[in-house]
């Protein structure tokens, strides 16, 4: 089993930058496929970025293609999301997630996640 703790977030405001972390315990995260989600106040939980075992293959949601990036560091077990030119809808709880297999882009399909750090961009 694999244990996330994420951090990072906080009030930024529109343009600026944020970087979260999701550091993993209790197992190597370099054989995880790993993923970020958000969910704000009254809306679904939504894939934001993920990055695959192995290959470390990237993927990102439309919405932040370009402004986003994530990436693994195996060896301090972590996976970063870097956040640039933020927007007041990029607010919301951001959550990492974990699971074996590569990515995809429901919430459903992860079986670990973290318990969330708020994102919140003022404009």
């Known amino acids: 089993q694999v244990h996330l703790v994420e951090s990072g977030g906080g009030l930024v405001q529109a343009g600026g930058s944020l970087r979260l972390s999701c550091a993993a315990s209790?197992?190597?995260?370099?054989?995880?496929?790993v993923a970020w989600f958000r969910q704000a106040p009254g809306k679904e939980r939504e894939f934001v970025a993920g990055v695959s075992w192995g290959d470390s293959s990237t993927h990102y949601a439309d919405s932040v293609k370009g402004r986003f990036i994530i990436s693994r560091d195996n060896a301090k077990n972590t996976v970063n999301l870097q956040m640039n030119s933020l927007e007041s809808e990029d607010t919301a709880a951001y959550h990492c997630?974990?699971?074996?297999?590569?990515?995809?882009?429901?919430?459903?399909?992860?079986?670990?996640w973290g318990q969330g750090t708020q994102v919140t961009v003022s404009s």
């Open positions: 209790g197992r190597a995260i370099g054989t995880y496929s």
């Open positions: 997630a974990a699971r074996r297999g590569t990515v995809v882009r429901f919430a459903a399909g992860y079986d670990y």
